[in-house]
């Protein structure tokens, strides 16, 4: 091919399957996206992409330079990689990513506290609960919470969080227990089996939505009864734990990473070492020791 740019449109193409997906990722119109494409088309007097129902697909000559465009790529981000790494100030762009619970409930002062000081570090925090790609550059580090993170990827290994199972303080003072209702994510629309092992496992469903936040919001509401993450429910004073339950369960590690490449940045070297001090000075509320110790009603 003649540039790199033709790479990326078949490369945005073969991963989208479709020219509006392939524009939405490339950042101009569709018109342009079919446009390069007769273009690579006809440059190779073949097709590189074919027209199927619902999109497209590459052809048997396209799988070969998909192939090439991918180790394109993948140099392409280990070369900007490296440049990154060889920056030894303590300044410049970091991209973070962290569960969007996670910014909210537990670490929203910390990372205040950390962009006011170091005002030379441009902090820019990614909000989303998909593990971002750190071969593809999506972030310089990430902070989640799993039991599996991929190998090659390099940091602090913590602690667990916990969840455990909430409503507001007057739920079941005011709500009569054919009334009463579990607040659940949709995962396949099912009840989930861990209602039967609660206090409550005749409760019928209620609302079903797949945000964390939502199920908090939900229960600060009075809606219903959720299962949560601890560092989430215990420090509101309008939700308690359920009476007679077992203590909260640990459910993943977190982990604070980053790219092997990377790992001697300064700069992604000071956020790395301050995400884990911080979530360290929180790791009662995260395991879930600290009982609010809000009565529950007998």
């Known amino acids: 091919m003649k540039n790199w740019d033709d790479y990326r449109f078949i490369l945005a193409l073969d991963r989208e399957n479709s020219v509006r997906g392939a524009a939405l990722v490339l950042g101009v119109t569709h018109s342009t996206v079919s446009r390069r494409l007769a273009v690579i088309n006809t440059r190779y007097d073949k097709p590189v992409m074919e027209r199927v129902a619902g999109g497209y697909r590459k052809t048997e000559f396209g799988q070969s330079l998909v192939a090439a465009a991918e180790q394109m790529e993948a140099i392409n981000f280990a070369a900007d990689r490296h440049r990154r790494a060889a920056e030894t100030e303590l ?154 339950i077992p203590p909260p369960f640990p459910v993943a590690d977190f982990w604070v990473l980053t790219h092997p490449d990377l790992k001697d940045t300064p700069r992604i070297k000071l956020l790395m070492r301050f995400l884990v001090e911080a979530l360290k000075s929180k790791r009662d509320l995260i395991e879930g020791k600290l009982n609010p110790d809000r009565n529950s009603p007998s």
């Open 91 to 244: 300044a410049g762009p970091v991209t973070l990513s962290i569960p969007d619970v996670l910014g909210q409930y537990l670490l929203l002062d910390d990372l205040a506290e950390f962009r006011t000081n170091y005002p030379d570090i441009e902090l820019l925090i990614q909000s989303n609960n998909q593990f971002a790609d750190l071969d593809r550059s999506e972030a310089d580090v990430v902070v989640r919470g799993t039991k599996k993170p991929p190998e090659h990827f390099v940091g602090r290994r913590l602690f667990p969080y916990a969840l455990s199972y909430y409503c507001h303080v007057d739920y079941l003072n005011q709500v009569k227990p054919d009334d009463r209702r579990w607040i659940f994510g949709l995962a396949g629309a099912r009840r989930p089996e861990w209602v039967e092992d609660t206090p409550f496992p005749e409760a019928k469903t209620g609302l079903m939505n797949d945000s964390i936040s939502f199920h908090y919001q939900a229960a600060v509401a009075g809606r219903g009864m959720i299962r949560s993450a601890c560092y989430i429910c215990d420090p509101d004073p309008r939700l308690m734990r359920l009476p007679d």
